[in-house]
Structure formats: structure tokens, C-alpha cells
């Protein structure tokens, strides 16, 4: 078992979804990804579908935060109610996440998780990437995707998470300086991509 909590950032069709649930049943420790949109619900009060929609999407009101600035971004605090969804959701996903790390190791995927847990020493940061062609053809035969649509949303979701990132972490999505680990999938596919996490976060100093 991994003694430590291992962070995936992914580019949209790099099987970095895949790749963390597969790491996380190999190490046997608890895995988060979508599973955080319930349990904010489930802890605001607000119906998974609400979160769903704004899932790893900054806020469109940049202005609205600027101006109500007196609040943190992952700090443990009562959420305001006329603060945007995106913000309410990224707050509550940021306190589930800290309290998860608390709890022992685990594997987080997105969500600025190498960001939050920037304070804990016993993390690993992973980035995972791929080449054009390979993340088209995972996103058509996995995702379903229509085919003449997959650059396009290639590039769209891969801004989106850009945009959330820069956003709420106040530092660049992808940047190696971030990350532990970075992975090309395309080159060592999941199985030894996760067999690549696996030995070196036993390396790490």
C-alpha cells in the first residue's frame, strides 16, 4: 500500500480517469474523482445535477470574486450564499479533499488537488498527457464522441480545466514545476503508466 496521497491532473481524453482508478485498486486505497460531486451534494444540500454542470469549470463572474475577496479559495469556512455555484462547489470539493488526506492515502483525480494539498508533505503530483491522435480516438471509442466534433472538444475541455485551474490554484495548469511525475499515456498506456506512478512515488525522496 502506498503511504502517500497521489494527485492526478489529465489532459481530457489522456485515460487519466482510468489510469487513477486503476492505480488506486492496485494500491488498495480509496479513489475520488466524480464521486466528490456526491459528496459535495450531499454535504451543501444542493442536487448532484446543480454541481454536475460546473464541475472543474471556473466561475464566469471573475469580477464577483475579485470584489468579494474576503474569502479563500480551499480555507474551512461557512460558504457564503450569494457566492457563484462554481465557487461554492470548488470550496466544499476543497475541504472533502483535505479531509480525505487526513484520513490516510488515497488517489485524487483533478480538481486542483495537487493545489489544495500543497501544505501535506506526503503527496505525490502526477500530470498525465497524450498526443492529439490518441486522446481523439479514446474520447470517439470510449467517450462516444462524434467523431467530427473530437478536436474541437479536445480543445475546449482542455481549456476548461486550463481556465479552472489558473483560476482557483493562481498557477499553471500542466507547468512541470507542479508535478511530481509527468506521464505521456500514449507512450506507456494505462497499465504501465500506473506501474510508472507506482515506482516512482516509491523513488521519491
Not at 454535504?43 to 464566469?60: H, I, L, P, Q, W
Not at 457566492?83 to 487526513?102: C, E, G, R, T
Request: glycine share 8%; with cysteine; net charge neutral.
Amino acid at each position: 500500500m502506498s503511504g502517500s496521497i497521489i494527485t492526478i491532473a489529465r489532459q481530457y481524453g489522456s485515460g487519466g480517469h482510468e489510469i487513477g482508478e486503476k492505480l488506486a485498486k492496485k494500491l488498495g486505497i480509496p479513489f475520488y474523482d466524480k464521486e466528490l460531486i456526491a459528496m459535495a451534494a450531499k454535504k451543501s444540500g444542493y442536487s448532484e445535477e446543480v454541481f454536475e454542470k460546473v464541475d472543474e469549470r471556473a466561475t464566469n463572474s471573475l469580477l464577483y470574486s475579485l470584489i468579494m475577496g474576503n474569502y479563500t479559495f480551499g480555507g474551512h469556512m461557512a460558504v457564503p450564499n450569494d457566492m457563484p455555484i462554481n465557487d461554492k462547489l470548488f470550496l466544499i470539493q476543497a475541504d472533502i479533499i483535505k479531509q480525505a488526506a487526513l484520513e490516510g492515502p488515497c488517489v485524487i483525480v483533478g480538481r486542483c488537488g495537487d493545489y489544495i494539498l500543497r501544505d501535506f508533505t506526503n503527496v505525490f503530483h502526477v500530470f498525465i498527457y497524450a498526443d492529439k491522435l490518441s486522446r481523439m480516438d479514446r474520447a470517439v471509442k470510449q467517450y462516444g464522441i462524434d467523431p467530427n466534433k473530437a478536436a474541437d472538444i479536445l480543445a475546449k475541455k482542455d481549456k476548461q480545466r486550463a481556465n479552472y485551474y489558473n483560476f482557483y490554484a493562481n498557477r499553471k495548469w500542466g507547468a512541470p514545476e507542479n508535478y511530481d511525475l509527468i506521464i505521456n499515456s500514449s507512450t506507456y498506456g494505462v497499465e504501465h503508466s500506473v506501474d510508472l506512478i507506482v515506482t516512482a512515488e516509491e523513488m521519491k525522496l
